[in-house]
């Protein structure tokens, strides 16, 4: 079955960097497209990020271009974001999602990702 779980979260102060990782499992992960969804206490679901099956192809949302980078390593079966300049509106919990070809069909779990001082 299909498995994806995030690891990486934690504390970190404004301006600070971290880098959430994604395990995947149960399916041939260098034929899917990825991406980050990201959901802030209180509020609803925000896509961050996407990348291409080959890792060649990357989308950002407007609020975090330019600080975050997402990437894959196809061979370990990982997809990877690096998150830079931290801001204490980038609080959320921070999931990782296949995308299916129709839409986001499989998700994590998340993991907690806490920018304050």
């Known amino acids: 079955q299909v498995q994806l779980v995030e690891s990486g979260g934690g504390l970190v102060q404004p301006e600070g960097s971290l880098r959430v990782s994604c395990a995947a499992s149960g399916f041939t992960f260098n034929r899917y497209s990825m991406n980050w969804v990201r959901q802030a206490p209180g509020k609803g679901l925000e896509w961050v990020s996407a990348?291409?099956?080959?890792?060649?192809?990357?989308y950002y949302a407007d609020s975090v271009k330019g600080r975050f980078t997402i990437s894959r390593d196809n061979t370990k079966n990982t997809l990877y974001l690096q998150m830079n300049s931290l801001k204490p509106e980038d609080t959320a919990l921070y999931y990782c999602?296949?995308?299916?070809?129709?839409?986001?069909?499989?998700w994590g779990k998340g993991t907690l990702v806490t920018v304050s001082s």
């Open positions: 990348i291409n099956f080959g890792g060649d192809v990357t």
């Open positions: 999602v296949r995308d299916g070809g129709y839409g986001m069909d499989y």
